[in-house]
């Protein structure tokens, strides 16, 4: 089948080319920047390239019309005064373009927010802007994400690398279900025009509810063979988390602050309803660490 692919050069994006070529799938990649995207992907001459940024429709190529399946795995932007308004645009947009196609379905990924922070809300905004499309609508929502180069990951190595004593405040007490990013990967092409999915929005995690801290104490007994030492410390402002964080591991400034925010809560899914509909053995912590 055809498949689009929007954010092909996101973390995900990127994995998810080679899962789909791997299946015999025609992909399609929309990038704002065509040679960009050449020197970046070991697989842009195996993909059809349609130039074109969705925050400007003017710019934008025609999409081919025999589009089976589309993946809206457009990044959040940067938290500004307006970002959640120019994500919306961008939703639309997309909505504008992919109804002039025969495209059956729209898959979309973001994270699980049920405390709606300001995030949050930008992404449902989001949602129910795609959920008007004329195809059928998945939305998956994901906790942690662990994997090489994961934003979960750098966290973890960049914190028990340079510190040998972690000073932690009470987001180290967050319970997390993360999940591997290979198991999002699986989650994302198993629900490729399969009805049972459509419409419809499925939590995706991994089958480990551990906290943070436990999550710092097993990476650094895996990757690191240490043991690693933590203090809790009385509350401390998310801005200065956040800028210890962005010192400390190389996340960015925006994406520290946004950690240090969902981290302020559980992370865990509410149910496990996506196995019914794709069914598999998703890798434990320990697991994916490994993989990674």
Known sequence: ??????????????????????????????VRDKNLFAKQSAYADRVTIITGDLLRSHSMEPLPT?????????????????????EAIVAQNFVDAIDKTYCKQIISLSDIDDHLTTVGLSRQHVEDILAK???????????????????????????????????ATNWAKAQEQPIAVCDVINYLT??????????SEFHISGPDVISFRQMLMIYGEICRNTVTKIVTVPQVSAALSSYWLNFLTPISYSHAKT???????????????????????????KEALQQA
């Open 1 to 30: 089948m055809k498949v689009l692919l929007t954010g092909a050069n996101g973390y995900i994006g990127t994995l998810l080319i080679p899962a789909l070529l791997e299946k015999g799938h025609e992909v399609v990649c929309l």
């Open 66 to 86: 025999d589009i089976d399946v589309a993946y809206y795995l457009v990044n959040a932007m940067v938290q500004t005064s307006g970002f959640a308004g120019l």
């Open 133 to 167: 499309a004329d195809p059928a609508i998945t939305i998956l929502k994901t906790t942690m994400m662990v994997g090489s180069g994961s934003i979960a990951t750098e966290l973890l190595d960049g914190l028990t690398r340079k510190m040998p004593v972690i000073i």
């Open 190 to 199: 198993g629900c490729l025009l399969n009805e049972a999915s459509y419409n």
């Open 259 to 285: 950690l240090v925010e969902n981290l302020k809560y559980d992370l865990i899914s509410r149910d496990d309803a996506i196995l019914d509909i794709v069914p598999m053995k998703r890798l434990t912590f």
